[in-house]
């Protein structure tokens, strides 16, 4: 295939992929309207409340200074402009536009890492799957952080592909730093990715080729990480004056997974802080002396509770770690706003028809006779470990894996790739013994 034929199939691919996320944003924003409820999604509120606040200079707090740290501030950043349209309807929809333009840029990026390694032609179907897959384009139309941690994070594993392919080790380590750049925003968009590049180094350590080159990437990646994130963790701490990681709800996101009575989703609403935040001010109450502020002493609170919890119920915490992982990888997306039964079956269709494409990419993949090739090809799956790994400690959602089944596309072009090429020999050979 030449050049001017592949850049064709490529705008073709993100044409697709931007008019079917345009065409989803339309259904779900008129769906919305008439339920009278513009954001559908508990989470989207407090994301739309920051970015207001972000956008016309009010302090960076969800309702209260109680909530100062409640949600990293990447996303409300990509929000905050959409925000100032004075009309809320046309403000939403601007914002999920806004989506659907970083979905399809995710689709090109996922194209990009394909790529690398493999030819033209699987690199086209990884975009096609991409484009197409319902969890991606749900990602791309819903206000959730999703939509942006998405691109950011592929820009990041696309960044450590190209330090692993550099001469030299210190070359390595220089797009190290950029990688880890991309990784501190995607951090910054979503918390939950703060433990991978420590994970991919571990991985890398223990089972990959070229240790060296592996620990001078992830010096890069932690440099990196650490120039994107001091600024937020010198805000942090000039408003509780202690080092906060990330956000003020680790304890809380911790406890609603690890609790009496938890089922292993995040079905009571968090009702459970208010018992925790009037324990809390009980006991300012009885104190001459407060450390920090009171979000920061509840997320404490809620984080020993659940530690606490967790020492006398190991039984019940691993029953609670299978009902999760079964909740991020149900076969039938269950509740929610996801009411249409055709809605969910191509969810479910979608999602384990990539992971079966990307079962065979990988036996592909391990056939090559590239050592470098064979172990960047594994490491498509780590983000589907990672997530899920995670997701079985706090709560567990479909939602949670769509990212992991984004980057798997990757490998299942790959896969799709050699099932058509397959099919196309045994098509040539009938034919040849027909013609004999």
Not at 130 to 153: D, W
Not at 185 to 190: P, Y
Not at 213 to 229: D, E, K, N, S
Not at 353 to 382: H, N, P
């Amino acid at each position: 295939m030449n050049q001017r034929v592949t850049r064709g199939c490529v705008l073709a691919v993100l044409t697709l992929a931007l008019v079917l996320r345009v065409a989803a944003a339309i259904y779900w924003h008129r769906a919305a309207e008439q339920e009278g409820h513009l954001f559908r999604l508990g989470d989207s509120h407090s994301y739309w409340i920051l970015a207001d606040e972000l956008a016309r200079g009010l302090p960076y707090e969800y309702g209260s200074p109680d909530a100062s740290i409640f949600r990293a501030p990447v996303y409300p950043l990509v929000l905050a402009p959409c925000t100032l349209i004075e009309n809320e309807q046309s403000a939403v929809w601007a914002a999920r536009l806004v989506g659907c333009v970083l979905g399809t840029i995710a689709v090109g990026l996922s194209m990009l890492l394909a790529s690398r390694f493999y030819g033209s032609f699987a690199m086209l179907l990884t975009g096609l799957l991409a484009a197409v897959y319902p969890g991606a384009i749900g990602m791309s139309i819903v206000i959730l952080s999703e939509a942006v941690f998405c691109p950011l994070m592929l820009v990041y594993l696309w960044l450590w592909q190209a330090a692993w392919e550099r001469a030299s080790v210190q070359r390595a380590m220089a797009v190290g730093v950029a990688a880890g750049c991309f990784a501190g925003l995607a951090i910054l968009a979503r918390p939950s990715w703060l433990l991978f590049a420590p994970l991919l180094f571990a991985i890398g350590m223990l089972l990959g080729p070229k240790r060296g080159r592996h620990a001078a990437i992830f010096v890069g990646t932690m440099l990196g990480i650490v120039l994107v994130m001091s600024p937020w963790w010198i805000r942090n701490a000039s408003v509780t004056g202690e080092f906060v990681l990330t956000t003020l709800q680790v304890g809380p996101s911790l406890y609603d997974g690890l609790h009496e009575g938890a089922s292993g989703g995040s079905d009571e609403g968090m009702a459970f802080m208010s018992q925790l935040a009037r324990e809390q001010r009980a006991e300012d109450d009885a104190s001459d002396s407060l450390r920090s502020t009171f979000e920061y002493r509840l997320n404490r609170r809620a984080q020993r509770a659940s530690i606490e919890w967790i020492k006398g119920h190991p039984s019940e915490v691993a029953l609670l770690a299978w009902r999760k992982f079964l909740r991020t990888w149900s076969l039938w997306p269950n509740g929610g706003d996801i009411g249409s039964g055709t809605l969910r079956a191509a969810l479910t269709v979608g999602c384990f028809a990539i992971v079966a494409l990307a079962c065979m990419g990988s036996f592909q993949d391990r056939r090559t006779k590239f050592e470098e090739s064979c172990w960047v090809g594994k490491f498509y799956w780590l983000p589907t470990v990672y997530f899920t790994l995670l997701h079985m400690i706090f709560v567990g959602s479909i939602r949670y894996r769509e990212p992991a089944v984004l980057v798997l596309t990757v490998l299942a072009g790959v896969g799709l790739a050699s099932v058509l090429v397959n099919l196309r020999a045994q098509g040539s050979a009938s034919n040849n013994r027909t013609a004999i």
